[in-house]
């Protein structure tokens, strides 16, 4: 299959599941999503802008926010022998994203809240009034959680765009390859 018709195929998958997820979209809940990430969304985050891709485009053109991409990294698996050459998976986002993987969990370990807050800060240049961009995938929990964590640590213009990567290549927009933000190191 061609990559345009393989990206026409992923279009009409999406199309087909928003108008039928919309339907079918859970009740917004009072706190974090804490399990059983990859499942329907809500249509709505209190405190937040839902932005379409349409709308999440504007704003990429308009190079008026930040894009915060919270997809989770895979990790290098548990027990492989010193010597087995790992590749890490690459991600693709939205061109000039910062990646914060990880950070879309319902709990956050304290090392990896403090690595959110110095992404965050970074991101928006320390001013709470910067709007920023969240996502992941589409029926993603991840990027749901993210922007309500922002919100609550007192950003005041949080935007969530829940059909993610997903819904940007099915609109034929650029990606780009990312390495996330960089790691604090543990000090011992």
């Known amino acids: 299959m061609s990559l345009a018709r393989l ?10 599941s928003v108008v039928a997820g919309a339907a079918n979209a859970p009740s917004e809940p ?13 249509t709505t985050l209190r405190g937040a802008t839902v932005l ?4 999440a ?6 190079r008026d926010a930040v894009f915060v991409d919270v997809l989770p990294q895979v990790p290098r698996p548990v027990g492989l022998p010193a010597m087995t050459i790992w590749r890490e998976k690459p991600r693709e986002d939205v061109p000039g994203s910062i990646w914060l993987p990880d950070t879309g969990y319902g709990a956050l370990a304290p090392v990896m809240e403090q690595y959110f807050v110095h992404g965050l800060e970074q ?6 009034d910067r709007m920023l961009v969240f996502y992941c995938l589409a029926n993603c929990w991840m990027s749901w959680n993210a922007a309500k964590r922002a ?3 007192g950003y005041t213009h949080v935007a969530w765009y829940p059909d993610g990567t997903d819904g940007w290549v099915a609109n034929h927009l650029p990606l780009e390859l990312r390495i996330p933000l960089q790691r604090p190191q543990a000090t011992e």
């Open 7 to 16: 990206r026409w195929a992923i279009a009409i998958g999406i199309v087909v």
């Open 30 to 42: 009072t706190g974090y999503r804490m399990d059983d990430y990859r499942s329907p969304t809500p």
């Open 52 to 55: 379409s891709t349409d709308e």
């Open 57 to 62: 485009r504007a704003h990429w053109e308009q």
């Open 123 to 128: 991101a928006s240049g320390d001013n709470r």
């Open 151 to 153: 919100i609550a640590m």
